[in-house]
């Protein structure tokens, strides 16, 4: 019974690198989302999907990039880091057919620092 | 898009005393409102929703009033304990997408 599982917990990176956020749900959640939280503040929503091969915008798309082959995982890509893409990650999915009405799950985060 | 504002930023209130914390919304067609709550280095975690066709509702120590024509809604904690410590964020939903407040820090004293 994993939920939606996050991996890494941590990372540091440099300035200019690239790396992907991994999140995946064992729920069959067809909707999923990417949220991000700078310290002392609230979530700010990534990006966002509703099904299989279907991905949208959210509040702050950029510099960063998502895909969505399988209904299970809905990864998350980070092409040149920048010190203000410093914070922490969470993803999240809700029910099939249920929207907007359903709760969403959370996964544990992943505490991003670029140096 | 819809804007969550949530207040108080802070809140500190002695053990056994009721807390309350209140949000308002600016899109008329969100219909879900979710609360979390969020301890240090954990996760946000649903502890009550409230949908747009109900006016309040009471899960044990915690209840959600929702107010449609003003677009606000309302956190209450009665008997609070010191495990209330953490912070609260109230949300909207809209479509597909939650948009979240700031958050409420409360912090329970003994």
Redesign the interface.
Known sequence: NAGVTQTPKFRILKIGQSMTLQCAQDMNHN?M?WYRQDP??????IY?S?GAGITDK??VPNGYNVSRSTTEDFPLRLELAAPSQTSVY?CAS?PRGG???Q??H????TRLSIL | GENVEQHPSTLSVQEGDSAVIKCTYSDSASNYFPWYKQELGKRPQLIIDIRSNVGEKKDQRIAVTLNKTAKHFSLHITETQPEDSAVYFCAASTASKLTFGTGTRLQVTL
């Not at chain 1, 002392?40 to 929503?45: D, F, H, P, R, T």
């Not at chain 1, 959370?106 to 985060?109: Q, R, S, T, V």
Request: glycine share 26%.
């Open positions: 909707y989302y002392g503040m609230g979530l700010k929503l966002y509703v959210g509040e969470f809700n929207g907007s009405n709760p969403q959370f996964g544990d985060g």
